[in-house]
């Protein structure tokens, strides 16, 4: 028992192998089962490499917070600055080992036009054959599926009781981080890749 790191929402709590994942104060932690009956927590928290995002949830609504496992990935949606519904979702890549995305749906659509914030109320893993995903429930009525089509378009429900979609496009970026490899000295590269991918509609631009 500790009292440094403590369940601050129970719906982040999810099993995953042998860990156990949970948000907490401090961020996403783990437990490991050292045998069948014992769980030992981790030193360091999972989400130390985003820490100066998980410092913005508002740890007064933080209780809301809902995760789901799917893919090999945690996806984690909670509240932050002065929101009080999730509106930030974080997604964690167990094959990666790593944060991998920090998403959020723009409120303004195509047109110009702009729309409620989108909530991402509760998280569901839910669906048969092809139709199996990660769904997100609201507020505002919707049931919304995650990473369904490829155009980079966001189609969102904000009207309840009706169909009608909203359309904003996804604005994507991607901040590299600075290697060590072990030690302070300077580094010399001689050549390095870059591998980006689009869709057909999209283009994918590197400075």
């Avoid at 932050?80 to 930030?88: A, H, L, R, W």
């Avoid at 169909?163 to 981080?177: D, Y």
């Amino acid at each position: 028992l500790t009292d440094e790191v403590g369940l601050v929402a129970k719906n982040s709590v999810l099993q995953v192998g042998n860990q156990v994942l949970f948000l907490s104060d401090n961020g996403v932690y783990g437990m490991n089962f050292i045998d069948l009956y014992n769980l030992r927590g981790n030193e360091v928290s999972l989400s130390e490499s985003i820490q100066s995002t998980i410092d913005t949830i508002n740890k007064a609504h933080a209780d809301k917070a809902s995760a789901v496992y799917f893919d090999n990935r945690y996806y984690l949606a909670v509240p932050t600055g002065d929101s009080e519904v999730n509106n930030i979702l974080l997604i964690y890549n167990f094959l990666n080992k790593s944060w991998e995305s920090i998403d959020t749906v723009n409120n303004v659509d195509t047109s110009g036009s702009t729309f409620s914030s989108f909530e991402f109320t509760k998280l569901l893993v839910t669906g048969k054959g092809s139709d199996k995903g990660v769904y997100v429930t609201n507020t505002d009525g919707g049931i919304h599926k995650l990473e369904v089509t490829q155009d980079g378009i966001d189609r969102v429900i904000t009207d309840i009781g009706t169909t009608t979609e909203k359309e904003a496009r996804v604005q994507g970026s991607a901040t590299t981080r600075m290697f060590t490899l072990g030690t302070i000295d300077r580094k010399k590269f001689n050549n390095f890749e870059l591998h980006l991918q689009s869709s057909e509609n999209n283009v994918s631009d590197a400075n």
